[in-house]
């Protein structure tokens, strides 16, 4: 009864002592899933082809905005997703260190929860979609217009998309086949 009740503790010391990361919660802004059903699968689409086609995103503040609102959803909705964490067991892994990479070249610390983020790339994505002058840290738009390649994000992002591909297959949907 003994060596039961350690091992039922065994994950909470774990937990205790930061072996594993608090479990986050994040929601994409209104609107940004329209037509598509699923946000994470439409998250999982549009990351990984902005950050496989850093051109699309050069110059364009608010695209880069809403580029980094999907991957800091996914880096925050898609370690504790069944779908995607069972059948790529290092994708928690990577999103981590894509996050620490975008976040440290648009200097946003740590800390900082995913919904803060989300919700201040959401506003500078919406101003530039209006055409209303950037009202955010210049420094931050300046950054998101010219925001370099991010090796570990284009890793992550591909990561997840491949997880996604994996899974419409199984279920015979995007052109998979059904399996029984």
């Known amino acids: ?11 909470l010391a774990a937990c205790a002592e930061g072996a594993l990361p608090p479990v ?11 037509g598509a059903g699923d946000p994470t699968r439409a998250a ?8 496989a086609n ?15 609102i999907d991957m800091e959803y996914l880096a925050a909705s898609l370690p504790t997703d069944p779908r995607y964490n069972q059948r790529d067991p290092l994708l928690p892994v990577r999103l981590r260190q894509a996050r620490q990479e975008w976040r440290g070249v648009l200097g946003i610390p740590p800390e900082v929860p995913a919904q803060a983020v989300i919700d201040r790339m959401a506003r500078i994505a919406s101003d530039e979609q209006s055409g209303i002058p950037p009202r955010d840290d210049p420094a931050l738009i300046a950054r998101l217009a010219t ?7 284009v890793e992550a992002a ?5 997880v996604q591909l994996q899974t419409d ?12």
């Open 1 to 11: 009864m003994r060596r039961r009740s350690f091992l039922v503790l065994l994950p």
């Open 24 to 34: 986050e919660y994040a929601r994409l802004p209104p609107g940004s899933v329209e």
């Open 44 to 51: 999982v689409l549009r990351a990984s082809y902005a950050f």
């Open 54 to 68: 850093p051109a699309t995103l050069a110059n364009r503040p608010g695209a880069a905005a809403a580029a980094i």
């Open 147 to 153: 925001l370099p390649r991010l090796p570990r994000t």
């Open 158 to 162: 591909n990561s997840a998309a491949q």
């Open 169 to 180: 297959q199984t279920r015979g949907g995007a052109g998979g086949r059904v399996r029984f």
